[in-house]
């Protein structure tokens, strides 16, 4: 069987085991959830402690540069 169809035939199981869910369950909700809003573009930031360690590691390598 082709993985295509193998993975079209995981969603509609998926589907109808939702659809047997009461009418309150959280999977029902994400069925119908329309997320507002964009994403933002381009690769992510580092983070602020991440960002700081990679400037001090940049400036140990220009004093030792500047040491020899």
């Not at 998926?14 to 964009?38: C, F, K, M, S």
């Not at 994403?39 to 590691?57: F, H, I, S, Y």
């Amino acid at each position: 069987m082709p993985t295509e169809q193998q993975i079209k035939e995981g969603k509609w199981h998926w589907i109808g085991n939702t659809l047997r869910e009461p009418q309150g369950a959280v999977e029902r909700h994400a069925l119908d959830w329309n997320p507002q809003g964009t994403r933002t573009r381009g690769r992510q930031r580092k983070p602020g402690k991440e960002q700081e360690n990679g400037n001090c590691r940049r400036q140990e390598k220009a004093g030792k540069r500047q040491d020899d």
